[in-house]
């Protein structure tokens, strides 16, 4: 099995309501990526979070890691129907690879 | 002002074809990278190139044969296309090889092959 899992595998809300996607991952790390994918596009660079760091900032976007855990969490406030997309946790379990999960499918709607 | 591009962006074509997909980057970056994306979303690496040399070839066909002819272009050949090479196939790159850099995808190649 892959690296890194999201979950849930899909999430339905409301325009206005936070998302939460969870990321869990086997082996230990040095930094984890989030990706989000529109459909039918390529995947854009949200956000990165080194093993040193718990908590990370960028606009809407709060990315967490529990090292302990073996988790991560991207929380989306306040969330736009511009935000409906795959979002993707990338692991590197050596320092030359991304290995990507399968996705969490978000659907914000209107 | 395209970071990352491919062509072409549909390819159709019958079992036992031989087809190229090209990408081409205009960020200056070091490093290019082709990955595989299946029906059910799943990403995965298949090569990565830094200054022109291969540093990543994971356990791929044969039949798959990446090139770099310069460090803004890494290009993609498939030998002998099979049912199973259906997919969306991504180029990449990022600043350096390494794991700390963000990588900037294209818009992605969908290869069908009947």
């Known amino acids: 099995s892959q690296q890194g899992e999201e979950d849930p595998q899909a999430l339905s809300i409301q325009e206005g309501e936070n998302a939460t996607m969870n990321c869990s991952y086997k082996t230990s790390i040095n930094n984890l990526q989030w990706y989000r994918q529109n459909s039918g596009r390529g995947l854009v660079h949200l956000i990165l979070i080194r093993s040193n760091e718990r908590e990370k900032h960028s606009g809407r976007l709060r990315v967490t890691l529990d090292t302990s855990k073996k988790s991560s969490s991207l929380l989306i406030t306040a969330s736009r129907a511009a935000d409906t997309a795959s979002y993707f946790c990338a692991t590197d379990p050596s320092n030359y690879k991304l290995t990507f999960g399968k996705g969490t499918l978000l659907t914000v709607n209107p | 002002d395209t970071a990352v591009s491919q062509t072409p962006k549909y390819l159709v074509t019958q079992m036992g074809n031989d087809k190229s997909i090209k990408c081409e980057q205009n960020?200056?970056?070091?490093?290019m990278y082709w990955y595989k994306q299946d029906s059910k979303k799943f990403l995965k690496i298949m090569f990565s190139?830094?200054?022109?040399?291969?540093?990543i070839n994971e356990t791929v066909p044969n039949r798959f044969s990446p090139k770099s002819p310069d460090k803004a272009h890494l290009n993609l050949h498939i030998n002998s296309l099979e049912l199973g090479d259906s997919a969306v196939y991504f180029c990449?790159?990022?600043?350096?090889?390494?794991?700390?850099?963000?990588?900037?995808f294209g818009p992605g190649t969908r290869l069908t092959v009947t």
């Open positions: 960020l200056g970056h070091d490093t």
């Open positions: 990449a790159s990022s600043p350096q090889s390494g794991t700390w850099w963000e990588q900037y």
């Open positions: 190139y830094n200054n022109k040399e291969l540093i």
